[in-house]
T-cell receptor, first 115, second 116 residues
Framework: EAQVTQNPRYLITVTGKKLTVTCSQN?????MSWYRQDPGLGLRQIYY???????DKGDVPEGYKVSRKEKRNFPLILESPSPNQTSLYFC??????????????FGPGTRLTVT | AQKVTQAQTEISVVEKEDVTLDCVYE???????LFWYKQPPSGELVFLIR??????QNEISGRYSWNFQKSTSSFNFTITASQVVDSAVYFC?????????????FGTGTKLQVIP
């Protein structure tokens, strides 16, 4: 089954304790992205990756890191989480880039609470 | 900078009514893509439609239709004869591509409640 998986689905942590949210897709997609969803703000793009070793900032990259060492994986790293990073996080993937921008397939979401 | 505005925060309709969700976008690019996604109460995000900037044909898929007008920078979504299962948050999104990079901007979403 074609899918995007995220782990963990729920996480409660404390300020300053480094954490990683994993994302993996099995569709051989080049493009992957992370979003956060907050009430009234919709989805905001944190980082995206056009392909292995190619990443770029979205609209709200502060406080986050990403890496793309393998095509299927795109982990999101919070080096020192703060309460304002409490949010619902979605990973997504899509075909290509290049001259055509395709629809994204989303993971189930990770609800993060930072106390 | 690209921007997507969904001015309707919440809409309530009675079942079987038609409803239109508005989406207005801003971009400096001549090549761009527009999308609609649905987020039902269960929380997953589901792709509905993709349209590129060179294709202004309206599209109909069952009870769903989309009206793309470049002249007004709008990409509106109409549900005909709404059903309770249409209750969800709907997001419009814009994707630009330049120099091999592809950034995506979502609107803030419109929450649709269909009352039986």
């Amino acid at each position: 089954e074609a899918q995007v998986t995220q782990n963990p689905r729920y996480l409660i942590t404390v300020t300053g304790k480094k954490l990683t949210v994993t994302c993996s897709q099995n569709m051989n997609h080049e493009y992957m992205s992370w979003y956060r969803q907050d009430p009234g703000l919709g989805l905001r793009q944190i980082y995206y990756s056009m392909n292995v070793e190619v990443t770029d900032k979205g609209d709200v990259p502060e406080g986050y890191k990403v890496s793309r060492k393998e095509k299927r994986n795109f982990p999101l790293i919070l080096e020192s989480p703060s309460p304002n990073q409490t949010s619902l996080y979605f990973c997504a993937s899509s075909r290509g880039g290049g001259t055509s921008n395709y629809e994204q397939y989303f993971g189930p979401g990770t609800r993060l609470t930072v106390t | 900078a690209q921007k997507v505005t969904q001015a309707q925060t919440e809409i309530s309709v009675v079942e079987k009514e038609d409803v239109t969700l508005d989406c207005v976008y801003e971009t400096r690019d001549t090549t761009y893509y527009l999308f609609w996604y649905k987020q039902p109460p269960s929380g997953e995000l589901v792709f509905l439609i993709r349209r590129n900037s060179f294709d202004e044909q309206n599209e109909i898929s069952g009870r769903y239709s989309w009206n793309f007008q470049k002249s007004t920078s709008s990409f509106n979504f109409t549900i005909t004869a709404s059903q309770v299962v249409d209750s969800a948050v709907y997001f419009c999104a814009l994707s630009e591509e330049w120099a091999g990079y592809q950034k995506v901007t979502f609107g803030t979403g419109t929450k649709l409640q269909v009352i039986p």
